[in-house]
């Protein structure tokens, strides 16, 4: 049974700081990985997807990394910034589960002026 | 404007009542989830639908049922035999099933 992992906890930095939050998994048989934003008493917002067959994917500020030998993904966030205090999710669709995520129980980000 | 929308906002429900929390999209997705989510915690699946007509169990399906009569709404039935149904309720939908997910506002659901 796929299990997901993120650590840390909870991050707090200051603004303009370089940060990573890690996903781990335990089968490499993913089909892809996906990451989210969620703001407090908010649906998901995806961010970045990456399938099973790239290594990485970026937009604007983020950038997300999967390493399936590792069973391991980063977001990398650069110039934090305070809009970028949310809760951020990854969730891992299995090699057979037909879309069905599996998802880490999250990181809170705080970023302050 | 596409999207997922999901009603109410907030329920409330007396023990030993069912109730059904709606999931429509407009984006003409043909896969649909339900996922669960308790404070501090992650998601958890408990139905999804790949296909008009069709749908499977997810990992916490048990006090749950579901209906996929039309492509674009996706009920989710919470009954009396689900012991511990307060929590926060999301549906997603892909184009199919394994490709990007996009979430709705969610439903909180508290029994009272």
């Known amino acids: 049974k796929q299990e997901v992992t993120q650590i840390p906890a909870a991050l707090s930095v200051p603004e303009g700081e370089n940060l990573v939050l890690n996903c781990s998994f335990t089968d490499s048989a993913i089909y892809n990985l996906q990451w989210f934003r969620q703001d407090p008493g908010k649906g998901l917002t995806s961010l970045l997807l990456?399938?099973?067959?790239?290594r990485e994917q970026t937009s604007g500020r983020l950038n997300a990394s999967l390493d399936k030998s590792s069973g391991r993904s980063t977001l990398y966030i650069a110039a934090s910034q305070p809009g970028d205090s949310a809760t951020y999710l990854c969730g891992n669709a299995g090699g057979t589960s037909y879309g069905k995520l599996t998802f880490g129980q999250g990181t809170i980000l705080t970023v302050h002026p | 404007d596409g999207g997922i929308t999901q009603s109410p906002k907030y329920l409330f429900r007396k023990e030993g009542q069912n109730v059904t929390l709606s999931c429509e999209q407009n984006?003409?997705?043909?896969?649909m989830y339900w996922y669960r989510q308790d404070p501090g915690q992650g998601l958890r699946l408990i139905y999804y639908?790949?296909?008009?007509?069709?749908?499977q169990k997810g990992d916490i399906a048990e006090g749950y049922s579901v209906s996929r009569e039309k492509k674009e709404s996706f009920p989710l039935t919470v009954t009396s035999a689900q012991k511990n149904p307060t929590a926060f309720y999301l549906c997603?939908?892909?184009?199919?099933?394994?490709?990007?997910?996009?979430f709705g506002p969610g439903t909180r659901l508290t029994v009272l």
């Open positions: 997603a939908s892909s184009t199919i099933a394994g490709t990007e997910q996009f």
């Open positions: 984006l003409n997705h043909d896969a």
């Open positions: 639908s790949q296909i008009v007509n069709d749908f």
């Open positions: 990456i399938q099973s067959s790239q």
